[in-house]
């Protein structure tokens, strides 16, 4: 399955599938909002999208990367934020294809590593990303601040 950097041509399907990675997280968005989104993403620059599709051109998943600084490391990072392959394509290597284009793009940007974070329920992705490499950090707790309006 090919895998490229993702254009405002595939807005249609990286919508599509955007839908299905927040059903997959329970948190249900409306489309116009999420097609809002990612076309700001595109348009900006602002993140990395990658988009899998098949030999008929269908698309079958995407993963989304953000730029960010390791002051540990002195040195630019990419945040893999978002990574989905629909359930008919997976077990077929495209979540595989997807991380590694997203590794591929941050070595090429000079960058000393990738951080993700995944449900603790998803062992899937979980086994995946281990497979792939990445170590689960035992060091350093995550925290989150909602800054939304209640």
Not at 56 to 64: L, T
Not at 94 to 114: D, I
Request: overall charge neutral.
């Amino acid at each position: 399955m090919p895998v490229r950097t993702a254009t405002v041509a595939d807005l249609d399907a990286l919508t599509e599938l955007f839908v299905g990675y927040l059903a997959f997280y329970q948190v249900p968005k409306p489309t116009e909002a999420i097609r809002a989104f990612l076309g700001e993403r595109l348009e900006r620059g602002d993140s990395a999208l990658f988009i899998a599709r098949d030999e008929a051109g269908q698309a079958q998943g995407f993963v989304q990367i953000y730029p960010l600084f390791s002051s540990l490391e002195l040195r630019p990072a990419w945040l893999v934020s978002d990574l989905f392959v629909q359930p008919w394509a997976r077990r077929r290597g495209v979540a595989t294809a997807l991380m590694n284009a997203a590794r591929a793009h941050a070595e090429a940007s000079g960058a000393c590593g990738l951080q993700l974070e995944t449900a603790r329920s998803n062992r899937a992705g979980q086994a995946l990303y281990e497979r792939l490499g990445y170590v689960r950090d035992e060091v350093f707790l995550t925290y989150w601040l909602s800054l939304a309006s209640r």
